[in-house]
């Protein structure tokens, strides 16, 4: 059984930095892209970052711009997203997820049919 547990949300003030954990159960990150997205209050779910199957082909979102690293760690099954020079527009539910199709060239391409229950991100002076 799949499932991720995102951890590491919380208020940080702009230019500051947090780091969210997603443990991963019922896959191993060596066959499995997995991804974080991130969804803002009345606005659509956006891909911050993903990496594909075996740890290679790292994506990220143009808004990253060079802030936020994506790490992994297999030894424990879990990924990390490094946030720095955090921004007010980073202000989001943050989650983890993984797909289970056959795979595809890049990680953007996966629908991602499973999903972590978020992490709560606050930017705010």
């Known amino acids: 059984q799949v499932q991720l547990a995102e951890s590491g949300g919380g208020l940080v003030q702009p230019g500051g930095s947090l780091r969210l954990s997603c443990a991963a159960s019922g896959f191993t990150l060596d066959y499995n892209p997995i991804a974080w997205f991130r969804q803002a209050p009345g606005k659509e779910r956006e891909m911050v970052s993903c990496?594909?199957?075996?740890?290679?082909?790292?994506r990220y979102g143009n808004f990253v711009k060079g802030r936020f690293t994506f790490s992994r760690d297999t030894a424990k099954n879990t990924i990390y997203l490094q946030m720095d020079s955090l921004k007010p527009e980073d202000t989001a539910v943050y989650f983890c997820?993984?797909?289970?199709?056959?795979?595809?060239?890049?990680?953007?391409?996966?629908?991602?049919?499973?999903w972590g229950q978020g992490t709560q991100v606050t930017v705010s002076s």
């Open positions: 997820a993984t797909d289970s199709s056959p795979r595809h060239r890049l990680c953007t391409e996966y629908p991602y049919n499973y």
């Open positions: 990496i594909g199957p075996g740890g290679f082909n790292i």
